[in-house]
């Protein structure tokens, strides 16, 4: 049994991760930690977990974390985190990190977007960009993985194939995503109030999104050449679930049958991608670790939609998925 | 025509108010005042407002209410209404005030609910309540009017005609209701953040909600002697609009032609009270100010299905319909 | 391995059953089944199935049921279920039934509320009521189980204990139940149109719902004499859950300790009913096997809330429960 | 008083018409019509307009319709439209007509995109295209008023100022559009069933949408030389509003400033555009006739957001400013 402990544990990337390590065999969660004044019984916290684990959660203690775990999934926030890490590694434990902190290798990219300065640029060398399906050779044996954002595994996800091929203009790429509210956090704010969320729609962090240039990150290292993309993202009024609308320009007329052969032939053997034929729905992706993607031609353009649980695929799926590649197992435990 | 003024322009019930003012032949919106903090351009607040209305929303100052103002709605949370009241009446000012400071002619009542000292007992004594089809002689030539609760006055239309005429057990009375989440206000809360209330349906105050009293004083008075209720909330994932399901026992058989008789015979003439003979709907009302209701018999029981838009009959549509009165006005005027 | 049969394999409760089965480790299904006009690949029908199972669905084919399962869970409406059970069971199959059609031992009540005919008089008799908190020892053993109705099984779970003990009046009990839009099947209606439940609420089958006997029947055998319920349903804008608010009389008073002690030693060794010592959420239980209670006391009534997924512990999980007893497998496999 | 006759009032665009003519102080509505099957009291058909109007619903009879109206807001699906608006021009009644018959000027592309013959070709010729902050000049003195698509309105008003001025690429333009369900009708449909469409989200019609030939009209028309548009619609769960996300190639760097101003030259004197000065949202234009309008730029794209009611704007809004065009009325009465 590999020992689980869930650092951060009180937000909806952490709930997601034991919902799913709760259904997984070769696991066992033993430590939950957060800010002292969250902590309490996990029933209390997250109601839906009752009679299905009763740890506590408690504040952290390193000692305690090395004592009782093998592995540690980090669900802190960005900053907080890239100050956790390096004592957990010292410690021995291998680290699944959610934040942002060791996905942009450039440093001075993470500085600008983030605003903080880098004080970790040790770790972030070592770490592993958790992407299985693009990047799944580099994480093995690795005891730092950097969890991909959302909405980078589901743009990049999607422009993959036509990336590496070069079948599209590397720099007219437009990136638009749709994004149910749970990816805001688990934090009130006047803007997600149920009255002023419900029956509304709109585009937020337009052209400054974070998530930016970690996809021009990915897609750069698939094509092995700059590539660079306008994404602009949006919310929507529903919880889970996220979706890409994705506009390119072809090199060359492309055919139906050459995209559907493409996409089969790259995804052939990951059980986590989905080839749908037509366009995705939120619906068929909610609740599961997969990322359903279509790809088509339309007025000279290419669109793909790409469509994956932002909680699951987007954050704990695919952390669980990087902590089976760690530790050897089939990547889909607890997965399916 | 009547100048207004809003005191407390920041919440949902003045946005409504807002809205519904606009509409008004007979009204002029003169004078928005909220918090130092909160202050700024009605259209920063209030998106939708944007060229409506083109007024800011300012600091109170008494001696502008006065100079600029014949009637007050006085959006104000309990507590700090009646603060404020003495000074608008002091100053000359009509006053329609959405608190419940004026509500309870108890004071003991309002102590034991709302935790605070009454300190405004005089104004108390001189306040009218507010609902006009069943107070409305007591209302006309006041210059304080206590608008009611949302619940109460649901609850109220539902049960008074079988109070009125004995027909039902006084000591019986369930009042169960279901209320959208603007009945929250509009301040953000981790209960009612999109993700967490969403998909989601909960009772709360079990047996301790304020508005128990209040329901309880409404239907004393229509009876003339004692009515106790046991008054239960819910809260479901809508943005407007509450439901009573009230279940009561008949003092003798009832027939449902007896029932029909009796509703018709009362709202007869009632502009805002719609008998649409099955169970109303939210749809149906939502964003009017209508209360929709139907009584019938099942299994030995009176139920009566009331429903009402919280933010229209439930406040701000009630809050006009009082001040139309007050100023002597068609008591429709704005609100059809 | 236990080989299932699903029959009736387009709609929610059988997805659901789909969903359950797959993760659960003691079985395979091996056979779907729908009318002609709905068959084809299990992912064209369900897309969120889409890479977990790719059985087909196709028209019934009694041999080949027989032949490839063990046991069936049967998710055809009433009457045409009698019409198919007797076939499946003649053939040596274990059969969970979703259907009302093996539920009300009495045929005349079944007469009267279903409006059809009762063609299988012989297997009623025959049939367990597969209520397993309330009646395990019946069910074990037998070959047909009838899986109850969600509003029965989530009303009774929250008063078996109040009625067992004689502590409430049992002719006086209403229970007031609020549904999501889920339990109205999953056939395209102008009520359940989005545009038209979104943002909606309202009562149905006021006073003649066809779960209301079946609810009597369940407390009556607990209490071992007549109950009566008045029961009255409503439908929320969310998917999945229902929620009970239970007003009854005591016969006496009742501090909240001797209901906290009862519901604790009731529900003791239970995995299924949890008691959150507060009222419920639909959040906590959705998706689960759950049914979450809480009875409390206010205003000389007891009041208890009952909250459960009418998909799992009101339809699919329940089911697997039953087939689990059926099976001597452990109850709770695929369930938690 | 203008007298106006609603054809094909069931739907939601006549019950928004209604809702609208309702409060506008020159007009009363005087006849309703639809299908033989469809027809009864209007409270019966939408119970929020009980106790605001209680005209029948009736079987459409020309000789009525030309007694008692002197306009007819007609309400009927594409291809109906067109055998019925001769009859009603031909009576003498003007019409503003809410299908597509009359707005797409080459009726080859409206026969490839509908799929029938067009079988009205010289009132086509008379017709304005209703969009007046676009073309106001064609609408005055006409008698027959194509009311435009939801989508082309929210589109054309979002880039018209950039293709006016040549600012843009007129081959390379984006149109991602999310709409509320209302769009889809008021027609039950597995696809918008409550439980499917809740908590879903997915594109449709992918590059084959009857509305990208009605925006390149449009947008031709302004620019004065063909524009051709990707358009690619996408539907979210809520009733209420559209947005636009377009993306679009500027032909040399333009400054926020340089956008900023031409929107406000463009649309000065328009009561219905707002320029909300960043990203809109669906809640402040909900249940309104605006169009709030934001375009900026983002590496090295201008983006354009544009907002809208479906209902509305998008149809019985524009309808109205239509109507009140054809009759010399205050372009905004009825619609503030």
Known sequence: MIRVAIIGATGYT??????????????KVTYLTALPEECGPIAAIFPSLRGRIDLPVEPLDLD??????????CCLPHKVSMGMVPKLLGAGLKVVDFSADYRLRDVRVYESFYKVPHTDPENLKRAAFGLPELFRPTIVGKD?????????????????????????????????????????????????HFPEMNENYFAYSVGTHRHMPEIEQILSDVAGRPVTVLFQPH??????GMMGSIYADPIRPIQQKELDDLYAETYRNEPFVRLPG?????SAIAGTNFCDVWATTAKGKVIVFSALDNLVKGAAGQAVQNMNILFGLDESLGLL
Request: hydrophobic fraction near 50%; aromatic fraction near 4%.
């Open 144 to 192: 730092l993985v950097a969890n991909p954002g959302c909405y980078p595994t589901c743009a990049a996800l999607g422009l993959a194939p036509l990336v590496r091929e070069g079948l599209i203009r590397l720099d007219k790429i437009v990136v638009n995503m749709v994004s149910g509210v749970s990816g805001a956090g688990r934090r009130a704010n006047l803007t997600f």
């Open 64 to 73: 305690k974390a090395v004592d009782r775990a093998d592995v540690v999934l």
């Open 235 to 240: 919310v929507a009024p529903f919880t889970r």
């Open 14 to 27: 952490a709930s997601e991760s034991l919902a799913i390590l709760l259904r997984h065999k070769e696991v």
């Open 278 to 282: 037509g366009p995705p729905t939120i």
